[in-house]
């Protein structure tokens, strides 16, 4: 790689890095001429931002974090990228009080040698924010309490809600969650935890959300459009009632009380709080609500992992006796099958021997509560074959898994029947020795185009990306999403047969389309294709613009 | 009310636990009170934590009542260490003792009775984070420390807080001293790194509430070059326990070091230019007691540097009293100087009956002075006019130069202006919208209030400080809003501006800016 070096002085570091061609081309002596430059608004006003921060990371082989380029606007909005190299470049834009992190990266595009990309207006989007103030049970500001904002995750498999923000009370009990995009939240707020001795759990007061509600279905769904403050979102926390639940955590393998920890959460998956037993596996907790309850305990023993699971409604009258048995896993095995796969080419002795099988993720996912500890995940073989997955805990599991090349997860059964929902049923008292993961190659494939986006970025594409959904997805293993090539082209292979609903966003949009208020406003911004086994389909997309405010 | 471990009983809760009794059991009772207004008055709602002596987990815990009692009963460790904290507030004695905690041997006596606490509110410091052109930076960390305390490292807690959207933080809960503040950034440019905003230093009297600090992070992408300077401190004695802090002339960056007994020093991580430095002597005893500072010469950076002789300088400071013209004022007023910027600069306190104030350490310019806050209140007194040598300065401004300004007299007042009037309906004459939300937002030298007008449009503003001032009212626009300077740019002529006498009473009308 032949170094120019008569490069202008000042310039001559940054020159000499971005002399790396794109890796193939024949060394010649690149001049980097190219430049790219434009105005940074806000979305919602039009007016111009100072002082946002605008950072150029070149996308093509060899290049390194340090020869990102960076600049900031100036008080006109404006700033300008010059003696840039042709290639591949990921422009990002952020300013404090704007975007969430995903909706700083605005785009891709190309570069050419010479070229004067300089009229680029990138709007960004100012985030919400949810104010507020939280009083104890007595009245009192309340400092100290963890507040989050939730939302909706309406995907299968998924916890039914997501915390996006999460803040802490300051001395006056005021709150400020900020840095939200445009969407619909709940608020929940959890009291700091009292000090207490070792093995005993304490609730002055009881969490909730907002306006006062125990579980997040009840919640109020609070809408805020981009650059909305929405203020006065205050509660009033209500006092624990006098409940009192004394237990005792034992192996259940051994009989002998051991030392663990508990996680409290209320049905829904809310959580209480947390605590450590004594060392003889005693604890007692004071001030929880009566209603129905979850308790995970875990515990070791030498290097294993023990849990159980507990389910307990306390009452005001007297104290309530529980009994956690903790246990460890059992193996569940079972084998790998690939229906039809295609035939292998010839491959030379030499690699033969040195190829690994190839493995796949599998994963366990628990479909209520928490995810306690590590997931549940295994190496399988992706070219068929037996595997196991260690210590797995008696509960419902939901299971994942990525597909090889060119297939999709066609089911997962036991004993030939496949199991409804991907969704396996570990019991406490046997082991599972024949469960199959089953792939096959006879996917359906959706190609299309996708006409320009609406984001009015002007100068270049913003990324858009397929959103999948499928008729029935809970039964469903199809992947959910899809890019957007630069000229608007998409492909989608190794698709399940089926039935399924594409639409085009821009990878900024925050609209989510698994929402069915969502779905049903945008109906006929999509598409229905239904594809038998091999099937194949055209469709042609157009980007859905972002409304001004939440569905 | 309902507290559960009370109700019952400590010995269940032995049980539930099964904690064996090792036939010793003590019960620790006492008040917990606050210093406020120089009484002390019972405290409700705090959280008296037992611990082992020797530390480890929480052993009991429990909450004061309404009169300020706790009890923990049937604690079955003889030896005990015992916290009483709240939320705002900072430990100033335990037990009689000068200390946050106290630990109890209870096995010589089973009934330890009359622990008490005195608790203190605590100061706040707030402000803004900002890079170098003055735009908010969020999620920065802002932390405040009572720097170099011989005092374990346990005891002077370091206070933090992140800054929000707007690029806000806030500390609160401090024990008046001397802290030191920084703002820790992780630098998202080219190599990763962190940029710390240059140490500020922040006196902080009893329960003040020092605002509008702003921390300047230099955020640009650029790598700098630092140097190493070493000298020797003269003119000074050498305490044990002394350093050395520099900062730059903008404030923008800083350093210290510890000085040897024979007054050698070595600097280091300095950047290029011009640095003050100053010389700190840190109380060595259990009493807090605020430190002794030298001002030493200047000195310029441009390499490395060895030989560099640090002395004394002639300190710059005003010395004064304050005049209470009228008013009814507290036993202590605080006074706060404010640089050009409208930032604050030092501090003074004056205790009565004469209001004698002295502070030293100032950099030569120009302030103005203002009553600080306490509680939020700023005892109800505005500094009406500065006077040196018996003469009243220009625009209440004090000018000072190198040396110590004698004879400075504030001279404060309650006879503060109001502003009323009413909020009328914008041209078309049909009156107020019904249901819409009128606001008037007043803007002043230090700060924006707003206020609501009633539903007939009326509203009015007290206690105004002497000064030019803006006024504009809103229809169906947040106070937050109102607070930021776009709003009343937008707003255009529509804010009028005027001035506000000492005792004037000013009516205004006002037609509101429609969103």
Request: glycine share 10%.
């Amino acid at each position: 790689m032949t170094r120019l070096t008569l490069c202008i002085p000042l310039l001559c570091v940054g020159a000499v890095t971005l002399y790396a061609a794109p890796q193939g081309e024949p060394e010649t002596v690149i001049e980097p001429e190219a430049e790219l430059g434009g105005t940074i608004i806000s979305a919602k006003t039009g007016e111009p931002l100072r002082g946002a921060r605008v950072t150029l990371q070149p996308n093509w082989r060899g290049m390194r974090r340090e020869n990102r380029k960076q600049t900031t606007t100036g008080l006109n909005g404006q700033f300008l990228l010059r003696k840039l190299a042709a290639g591949q470049y990921t422009l990002q834009a952020e300013k404090t009080g704007y975007e969430t992190r995903r909706g700083t990266r605005i785009g891709q595009f190309k570069l050419a040698q010479d070229e004067s990309k300089t009229k680029l207006v990138i709007p960004l989007r100012p985030a919400a924010v949810i104010t507020g103030r939280i009083l104890d049970s007595y009245g009192e500001p309340l400092a100290g309490a963890r507040v989050g904002a939730l939302r909706r995750n309406f995907q299968p498999g998924s916890r039914a809600w997501d915390v996006v923000q999460i803040t802490t009370t300051d001395d006056l009990g005021e709150y400020r969650l900020y840095g939200l995009s445009m969407g619909k939240y709940i608020v929940g707020i959890s009291p700091p935890q009292e000090p207490s001795q070792e093995g005993a759990f304490i609730l002055e007061q009881l969490p909730a959300f907002y306006p006062g509600v125990l579980t997040p279905e009840e919640a109020a769904l609070l809408k805020v459009s981009w650059g909305t403050e929405l203020e006065a979102i205050d509660m009033k926390l209500a006092p624990a009632p006098a409940t009192v639940i004394s237990g005792l955590l034992a192996d259940g393998d051994t009989g002998e009380a051991l030392m663990g920890y508990l996680t409290v959460q209320t049905d829904g998956g809310a959580q209480l709080g947390n605590l450590q037993t004594t060392e003889d596996g005693r604890f007692a907790l004071y001030g929880l609500p009566s209603t129905d309850l979850a308790i995970w305990a875990t515990s070791r023993r030498s290097r294993l992992m023990l849990m159980a699971r507990g389910k307990v409604r306390p009452s005001e009258s007297g104290v309530e006796e529980l009994q956690l048995i903790v246990r460890s896993g059992r193996p569940v095995s079972g084998k790998v099958v690939l229906e039809d796969p295609p035939t292998q080419p010839e491959q030379s002795e030499a690699s033969q021997s040195q190829s690994e099988p190839r493995t796949s993720m599998l994963q366990l996912h628990p479909t209520t509560g928490r995810r306690f500890g590590r997931p549940h995940r295994a190496r399988i073989p992706i070219e068929g074959g037996p595997f196991e997955i260690q210590d797995v805990q008696p509960a419902e599991y939901r299971i994942d898994v990525y597909a090889p090349p060119g297939a999709y997860l066609r089911a997962i059964g036991r004993s030939g029947k496949a199991l409804e929902g991907f969704t396996l049923k570990v019991p406490h008292d046997s082991t599972i020795t024949d469960l199959e993961v089953r792939f096959a190659f006879n996917g359906a494939a959706i190609s299309g185009t996708v006409k320009e986006g609406a984001f009015g970025l002007e100068g270049f594409n913003a990324d858009a990306r397929i959103i999948i959904i499928p008729d029935e997805p809970e039964k469903s293993s199809a992947r959910t999403s899809s890019q957007v090539a630069e000229d608007g082209s998409f492909e989608i292979t190794a698709l399940p047969p089926g039935g399924y609903t594409l639409f085009a966003v821009e990878n900024r949009s925050t609209l989510d389309l698994w929402d069915p208020d969502v779905q049903r406003a945008f109906r006929a911004s999509g598409e229905h294709v239904s594809l038998d086994a091999k099937g194949t389909a055209t469709v042609d997309l157009t980007v859905i613009k972002e409304p001004e405010e939440p569905l | 009310m309902r507290d559960l471990r009370t109700q019952i009983g400590r010995r269940f809760l032995g049980l539930l636990l099964g904690i064996p009794s090792l036939g010793f059991s003590a019960d620790v009772t006492g008040v917990v009170r606050e210093m406020r207004d120089g009484r002390l008055e019972p405290l409700p709602r705090v959280t008296v934590i037992a611990r082992p002596a020797d530390g480890g987990r929480v052993y009991a815990s429990t909450k004061t009542d309404a009169d300020g009692a706790y009890a923990l009963r049937n604690l079955l460790s003889p030896r005990i260490q015992l916290t009483a904290r709240r939320a705002g507030f900072y430990a100033h004695s335990a037990g009689g003792h000068d200390d946050r905690q106290i630990v109890l041997d209870c096995s010589v006596a089973t009934d330890c009775s009359g622990v008490d606490f005195e608790l203190r509110r605590g100061a706040v410091i707030t402000g803004r984070v900002v890079d170098e052109i003055g735009e908010p930076l969020q999620d920065v960390n802002v932390s405040a420390q009572l720097p170099e305390s011989s005092e374990s490292t346990r005891e002077a807690p370091r206070v933090g807080s992140r800054s929000d959207d707007r690029g806000i933080f806030r500390l609160a809960g401090l024990q008046p001293g001397d802290y030191l503040l920084t703002a820790k950034r992780r630098r998202r440019g080219p190599g990763e790194s962190e940029t710390h905003s240059t140490p500020v230093e922040i006196q902080v009297g009893e329960g003040e509430l020092f605002g509008s600090v702003e921390l300047i992070v230099d955020d640009s992408p650029v790598d700098f070059e630092t140097f190493s300077v070493s000298g020797k401190l003269v003119g000074v004695k050498v305490e044990g326990g002394g350093s050395i802090t520099v900062h730059s002339r903008a404030r923008r960056y800083g350093s210290g070091a510890q000085v040897k007994e024979d007054g050698s020093f070595v600097l280091s991580n300095l950047r290029e230019g011009e640095y003050e430095a100053r010389y700190t002597v840190r109380a060595t005893s259990g009493r807090r007691r605020s430190p002794m500072r030298t001002k030493l010469n200047r000195f310029s950076v441009d390499g490395d540097r060895s030989g560099l002789v640090l002395q004394p300088v002639a300190p710059t400071g005003i010395r004064g009293r304050l005049i209470i013209e009228s008013g009814d004022p507290d036993k202590m007023i605080r006074i706060r100087l404010l640089n050009k910027d409208g930032n604050w600069a030092m501090g003074a306190t004056a205790e009565a009956p004469e209001y004698k104030f002295e502070s030293r350490d100032f950099e030569p310019g120009e302030y103005r002075a203002a009553v600080g806050v306490f509680f939020s209140r700023d005892n109800g007194l505005f500094v009406k006019e500065v006077r040196i040598g018996g003469e009243a300065t220009t625009g209440a401004v004090l000018h000072v130069r190198e040396g110590v300004i004698e004879d400075v007299e504030f001279v404060l007042s309650d006879d503060f202006g109001k502003v009323h009037g009413r909020v009328k309906a914008p041209s078309n004459g049909t009156g107020l919208r019904k249901g819409a939300q009128y606001t008037v937002g007043l803007k002043g030298p230090n700060r924006i209030r707003s206020v609501q007008a009633d539903q007939r449009g009326r509203f009015s503003f007290d206690e105004i400080t002497p000064g030019e001032y803006q006024i504009c009212a809103w229809e169906d626009m947040t106070r937050s809003r109102i607070r930021s300077d776009e709003a009343w740019e937008e707003a255009g002529a529509a804010a009028r501006t005027f001035p506000v006498e000492a005792g004037s009473d000013i009516e205004i009308d006002l037609t509101a800016v429609q969103p």
